[in-house]
């Protein structure tokens, strides 16, 4: 049976143990959930509960049988394009409903798998099914996305993102006029009670910081240019919903449902534009970016269009 050991960083000190683990190991928070029940994972040889906090003392042990479902199956997207690529990295053009890395609860096409179709390699860092990881997008948001593909890139790139060196850069389209058309939220970001997949404003929950500006208004929204400090599940949509500027095409978090079928959206209008860093070996400044894709210039060009 495969075991993981794992020390606790201080930024999940105090964390819910379930969430914790989960971004500590790369399963998912209900396979962890089930492991729990089952009693395999334990802090310094007590057994942990999911709502237990992670404590500042005593290794973590994490137990499981592994699963096929996890392996990286190679697939290929032929949507998803290759924007950049060198013996150490590989920037991907990720288009909607691909995954970064296989999770139990997801059976579609994966980034790993396109790339392992392709014949691509990456760096053996990480769990097995999340291998040269080094950011992810929702399977809902298109854009550009970094794998690591040498040990070095992989080290290197996993410090950069803690360190906030790499540069995103988003689009987005919301509802309404925010006000100031420019400025930063500062809000913690945690899971919502009762809700294992949506997240909100809550207290206690990790430091998050977006900035926003305006890029273009229209009479029912605004198109804003968004760079991100930090890197939490939802961030944007969460950060923009609780200013009372949901995006366009995301229910989820207050999208007008009908706005969205009006301007064929059947995603949230988000899109990864640019990313701007230090290359993680030779130490190169790099910018790659990357327009929208269809579906989103569609939806911009009926906001455009007064008639429509």
Same mark, same amino acid.
């Given at each position: ?21 989960? !971004? ?41 049988? !592994? ?148 890029? !273009? ?66 130490? !190169? ?24």
């Amino acid at each position: 049976m495969p075991s993981k050991l794992v020390s606790v960083p201080p930024e999940l000190i105090g964390q819910r143990a379930d969430t914790g683990l989960a !971004e500590l190991t790369g399963l998912s928070r209900a396979r962890i959930q089930s492991l729990m029940t089952s009693g395999d994972v334990t802090q310094g040889g007590r057994p942990l509960h999911k709502s237990d906090r992670l404590e500042d003392h005593g290794l973590v042990t994490v137990y499981w049988e !592994e699963e096929d479902r996890l392996a990286v199956r190679p697939l290929d997207v032929p949507d998803l394009e290759i924007a950049y690529l060198d013996d150490d990295i590989v920037i991907v053009n990720k288009p909607v409903g691909v995954v970064a890395h296989p999770a139990t609860s997801w059976t579609g096409p994966t980034v790993l798998g396109v790339l392992a179709a392709r014949g691509i390699s990456v760096a053996q860092g990480g769990p097995p099914e999340r291998q040269g990881i080094v950011q992810r997008l929702d399977v809902g948001t298109s854009g550009l996305m970094m794998v690591a593909r040498s040990e070095p890139a992989y080290s290197a790139l996993k410090q950069a993102f803690r360190d906030h060196t790499v540069h995103k850069t988003y689009q987005a389209v919301v509802h309404g006029h925010p006000d100031p058309s420019s400025g930063t939220i500062d809000a913690p970001i945690g899971r919502l009670p009762r809700a294992d997949w949506k997240f909100g404003v809550v207290a206690g929950g990790r430091p998050s910081v977006t900035h926003y500006r305006t890029l !273009e208004a229209f009479a029912r929204g605004s198109l804003l240019e968004i760079h991100l400090e930090t890197g939490r599940t939802h961030q944007i949509r969460v950060h923009m919903s609780a200013r009372h500027h949901p995006l366009m095409g995301d229910p989820l978090y207050g999208g007008d449902p009908a706005l969205a079928e009006r301007l064929g959206l059947t995603r949230q209008w988000l899109h990864a534009v640019r990313l701007d860093f230090a290359h993680p070996v030779t130490g !190169e400044h790099v910018i790659v970016d990357c327009e929208p894709p269809e579906d989103l210039r569609h939806a911009l060009s009926l906001l455009r269009d007064p008639q429509a």
